[in-house]
């Protein structure tokens, strides 16, 4: 429409030129001409300004132009920085949604056609001993070896997890995968090493428990059946009924200890601010061990005078009762056992509990605490013990901020130790007197 009315203008323009000079269809061509060509250039700079911006990086407005070209650079700008603010949206969204992905325990990989790794978070590659920079565009497959999980990728999708043991044995991983897009795959591990190892210890745990019991109730059951069946001497029969009695302590025994660490396994920490005199310890100790040793082991009991300790008494009472207990049974007649309380330059405390037994191999020394393991089996039941007693002394020193450590050796006897931080333990406070006691005593 520009050129058409720019046309025209020339051509009236060299209709006039033409009136003077005597020459006007000429002269009006010549005129239309020269305004269209001006019109074409004029737009012709216009363009060019325009694809000059469009060429650059978009950092700056579209340039200022008029007519219709000035609407089409606004129009044009105004849709480039939409683009450029939705596009800015979706990568913030697409950042927030990897990093909520890459905090995640779990491991989280996207493979595309043949398997090959695209992304994976920092959980996959630990959990399968990638590098994400070396191994990005790998063959999943050519770097996870292991038999279950390369048949299952080889075979048809999974409908359950597959379990496998990782890189190096250290871990057991659980991994499910589904197909999604065209021809991608999501895959997602976890590390369930934990699980394993609880489950196993609950599996262990309940054959122990069952077993434990078990077999006091087959000796009960012969008894009870030669008591009703076979004609007994009084004498015979107050020996089997010692025997019941013993069987009934056994399995007495054991019920208390169970409920003893699920106690302890359910029951908040002891509080820091209850403090008990340390020499109520000392006692228990020093009362259990000479009722049980009857005299026949050389005893000694030292320490802890004015000194305190925050926790739970009857927990602690517990701990210190078993540990005397199995230096009582395992120390033969005319054996030494000591009970001491020391303190430690950083302020801590250690009451140990030593004797001069048989001892203990080095390799049975880091299971010692765990439930109803026993160095010989039937050496420990020959005594009454029921396996739990070591598993509550590191409960509950443990639920105390301390530790257990155990040192033994054959043929020279046995350390127990009870190590336990400064803010457990401190020297007794002296009362603070009352107005009226210093007033009496000024």
């Avoid at 579209?62 to 129009?75: D, F, Q, T, V």
């Avoid at 597959?162 to 895959?187: A, D, E, H, K, N």
């Avoid at 699980?195 to 000796?219: C, G, K, Q, W, Y």
């Avoid at 008990?276 to 228990?284: A, I, K």
Wanted: with cysteine; charged share 20%; proline share 5%.
């Amino acid at each position: 429409m520009t050129a058409v009315l720019a046309a025209l203008l020339g051509a009236w323009l060299g209709w006039l030129a033409g009136l003077v000079l005597g020459s006007s269809y000429f002269l009006e061509a010549i005129g239309a001409a020269v305004a269209v060509g001006l019109v074409m250039a004029v737009d012709g700079s216009r363009q060019g300004r325009l694809m000059a911006w469009l060429r650059e990086p978009r950092e700056q407005s579209a340039p200022l132009l008029s007519g219709e070209w000035g609407e089409i650079a606004y129009r044009m700008d105004r849709a480039l920085r939409q683009a450029d603010e939705d596009l800015a949206g979706e990568s913030s969204r697409l950042e927030e949604f990897l990093s909520a992905i890459e905090a995640s325990p779990n491991g989280v990989m996207l493979l595309e056609r043949s398997d090959l790794i695209v992304w994976c978070n920092a959980a996959a590659a630990e959990h399968f001993g990638l590098d994400r920079q070396r191994d990005h565009r790998q063959r999943v497959t050519n770097l996870v070896r292991a038999p279950a999980f390369v048949a299952a990728f080889q075979g048809l999708p999974q409908a359950g997890p597959v379990v496998f043991p990782g890189p190096g044995g250290q871990r057991t991983l659980s991994v499910i995968s589904r197909s999604y897009g065209q021809g991608m795959r999501l895959m997602l591990s976890q590390d369930i090493t934990e699980r394993e190892s609880t489950d196993a210890m609950r599996r262990d745990f309940v054959a122990n428990v069952s077993h434990e019991i078990r077999s006091p109730l087959t000796v009960l059951a012969g008894f009870v059946e030669t008591m009703a069946h076979l004609p007994l001497t009084e004498a015979e029969r107050q020996r089997v009924l010692v025997l019941m009695a013993q069987q009934t302590d056994r399995m007495q025994a054991l019920v208390a200890d169970l409920l003893t660490l699920a106690q302890l396994e359910g029951n908040p920490r002891p509080a820091g601010d209850r403090w008990n005199p340390v020499q109520d310890l000392m006692q228990r100790a020093r009362t259990d061990a000479a009722a049980l040793s009857a005299g026949r082991h050389a005893l000694q009991v030292e320490g802890g005078e004015g000194a305190e300790i925050a926790g739970d008494p009857g927990e602690l009472l517990s701990a210190v009762g078993n540990l005397v207990n199995n230096a009582v049974r395992y120390t033969p007649e005319g054996g030494r056992i000591s009970v001491h309380w020391r303190w430690q330059d950083d302020g801590g405390a250690v009451l140990e509990v030593a004797d001069t037994g048989a001892g203990i191999a080095r390799e049975h020394l880091p299971r010692l605490t765990e439930r109803f393991y026993r160095v010989d089996g039937s050496r420990s039941r020959d005594t009454g013990g029921t396996g739990l007693g070591l598993s509550i002394v590191k409960h509950v020193v443990q639920r105390h901020g301390g530790e257990i450590d155990i040192q033994s050796e054959p043929g020279k006897g046995s350390q127990f130790r009870l190590v336990f931080p400064p803010a457990r333990v401190r020297r007794e406070v002296a009362p603070t007197p009352s107005p009226a006691e210093v007033q009496a005593q000024g």
